[in-house]
């Protein structure tokens, strides 16, 4: 049975060298049940070593953890009897067809037959394996040998599910459906520990979000504090009437002002969102550059920064600090 604990994960200290190198390097977090908790950082930040550890496949070097209110020095079999874990290497037969590859994970977990049907059926509708279910693994596109791969996780009662960057190779239409799912596990009490390089899909799900960098912690908080904690990073959004214009207009902003830090055009639309030192000083000039040049503006407004742009302060700051 399941040890009573309102957190998930427990890791006080938790460190994993190997050799010289510190890939985890005192890294102290809970995660609260039927929570999403991202854990975020750049390609060798320490991501998937933590995971190694807290799956128990490594051991740590120094520190300790709990998982679903089990020592993962002691209690091994215990977690993996009661966890998922989604790595990013590929883990199935690729001879196997689809079908047979869901009905051999269902009775690895000892899942009554019926119930596997039923948990089957429900899978490959929610991502998009229907046509795909006679089909060998091998002749599936990366993207639905990902869906599959995710989807296994989902068949039996884990109490914590480990992703690491599960929506990679996924469309934008399989990953908005798959966010949305989490979305929905977590609110029946499923908790999920959620790695991915993509900020918006964190921005949008996880409920907290640890930053890790070279082995280290260095920021965990909601998505929302984080971005008030930087307040000062404050851009100007405009949205022109004319996809016509928008170019022009985005030429024409180095003559507004040369304390521009930051300037970009939003993918798909006519939105133009710029960080400045000065944003109220900003939408002055703008407006006469806007009514000079005879653009038609849809609206323009002074914004708060993104997550994405903190996570950058955030990294950046901890360089200039010696934290890395």
């Known amino acids: 049975m399941t040890k009573s604990t309102d957190e998930a994960i427990i890791s006080e200290g938790l460190s994993k060298y190997y050799g010289q190198v510190r890939a985890v390097d005192d890294v102290s977090f809970a995660v609260k049940r039927g929570e999403i908790f ?8 320490g991501k998937s070593t933590t995971i190694k550890v807290l799956s128990t496949l490594v051991p740590p070097t120094r520190g300790s953890a709990t998982v679903v209110g089990y020592d993962i020095a002691k209690d091994g079999f215990e ?3 009661r966890i998922g874990v989604v790595q990013q290497q590929e883990s199935y037969d690729r001879n196997l067809t689809v079908t047979a590859s869901l009905r051999l994970y269902a009775s690895l977990w000892n899942v009554d037959n ?18 795909s279910l006679n089909r060998k693994i ?14 296994r996780e989902f068949l039996h009662d884990a109490e914590l599910l480990i992703l690491d960057e599960p929506t990679v190779g996924m469309d934008v239409l399989a990953r908005h459906m798959f966010l949305e799912f989490c979305r929905e596990q977590a609110a029946k009490g499923k908790t999920i520990f959620y790695t991915t390089h993509i900020v918006s899909e964190a921005e949008y799900i996880c409920d907290r979000i640890a930053l890790i960098h070279h082995g280290k912690i260095i920021a965990l908080d909601s998505p929302e504090e984080l971005k008030k904690k930087y307040t000062d990073m404050k851009g100007v959004s405009v949205i022109l009437r004319k996809n016509s214009d928008v170019q022009a207009f985005f030429m024409a902003l180095d003559a507004v002002s040369k304390n521009l830090q930051k300037k970009e055009i939003v993918n798909g639309s006519n939105e133009i969102r710029i960080v400045s030192q000065d944003p109220f000083r900003l939408v002055s000039d703008l407006s006469e550059l806007l009514q ?6 849809e609206s323009i407004s002074v914004t708060g920064p993104s997550l994405e742009e903190v996570i950058v302060r955030l990294l950046g700051d901890s360089q200039i600090k010696g934290e890395i």
């Open 79 to 81: 977690i993996r009897k």
């Open 114 to 131: 019926d119930e596997a049907s039923m948990r089957i059926n429900f899978l490959v509708e929610k991502f998009g394996l229907k046509d």
């Open 292 to 297: 000079s040049q005879r653009f038609e503006v």
């Open 38 to 45: 991202g854990f975020l950082g750049l390609n060798g930040a």
């Open 138 to 151: 091998r002749w599936l596109s990366f993207g639905l040998r990902r869906r599959l791969q995710v989807a």
